[in-house]
């Protein structure tokens, strides 16, 4: 099956430092990225949806310029988290669209990543 | 405006007992249909999904869901469970395109096995 990968898997920063996380498909192009938040024992939360060559588009509430998305290629994307707080250590979950396989029926299904834990103190 | 409703937050179960973890969906468009299970500290992991055709969909790990559009669920079930069936399960819908194929998630319910 098609594999998403995320890096790093885990990472702790100090308030006000950026972290990059990067997500990959790693055996199929995603035009379609998405990007999720999860709190402790919730639900996921979709942040943004990254398309490849253009602007991410924003969920209602999220800080476009506090999480920066760049999806520069068909099998990258990266979720930059600005100035980071406290208030920002969460599960980050990316998920990636693979259009190749609409034959088979899996035309609607996302691959997610393993997730990565950011703790910021 | 989609949104799905996981009517439990926790079920606890006994061991080879069965098991039935309810969903509900509002939509106002053609909807898929989709039932991850996410273990501590990990990704999702697509159990079964309802795209179109037959309303019993069989999924890993012996899970099926029926989807019944009069009632808008897609209630998850398992004859009989393991301990290792215990972690958290999401119910998900997304519009088919509509709207940019989102997926939005359901509040998840927390399995619990017991020995």
């Known amino acids: 099956g098609a594999v998403v990968s995320q890096h790093p898997s885990w990472v702790i920063c100090k308030s006000g430092t950026s972290v990059k996380i990067e997500c990959r498909s790693l055996?199929?192009?995603?035009?379609?990225m998405f990007w999720y938040r999860q709190f402790p024992k919730q639900s996921l939360m979709l942040m943004a949806t990254?398309?490849?060559?253009?602007?991410?588009?924003?969920e209602q509430g999220v800080e476009k310029d506090k999480f920066l998305i760049n999806h520069a290629s068909l099998t990258l994307s990266t979720l930059t988290v600005t100035s980071a707080h406290p208030e920002d250590s969460s599960f980050y979950i990316c998920?990636?669209?693979?259009?190749?396989?609409?034959?088979?029926?899996?035309?609607?299904?996302?691959?997610f990543g393993p997730g990565t834990r950011l703790t910021v103190l | 405006a989609q949104s799905v409703t996981q009517l439990d937050s926790q079920v606890p179960v006994f061991e080879e007992a069965p098991v039935e973890l309810r969903c509900n969906y509002s939509?106002?468009?053609?909807?898929?249909l989709f039932w991850y299970v996410q273990y501590p500290n990990q990704g999702l992991q697509l159990l079964l999904k309802?795209?179109?055709?037959?309303?019993l969909v069989k999924g890993i790990n012996g899970f099926e869901a029926e989807f019944n559009k009069s009632q808008t669920s897609f209630h998850l079930r398992k004859p009989s469970v393991h301990i290792s069936d215990t972690a958290e399960y999401f119910c998900?819908?997304?519009?088919?395109?509509?709207?940019?194929?989102?997926?939005?998630f359901g509040a998840g319910t927390r399995l619990f096995v017991k020995a």
């Open positions: 998920s990636a669209r693979d259009w190749g396989t609409a034959a088979s029926g899996a035309y609607n299904e996302q691959f």
């Open positions: 055996d199929f192009q995603a035009t379609t």
């Open positions: 990254s398309n490849e060559g253009s602007k991410a588009t924003y």
């Open positions: 998900a819908v997304s519009d088919g395109g509509t709207g940019g194929f989102k997926t939005i």
């Open positions: 309802y795209l179109s055709g037959s309303t």
């Open positions: 939509s106002s468009v053609s909807v898929y």
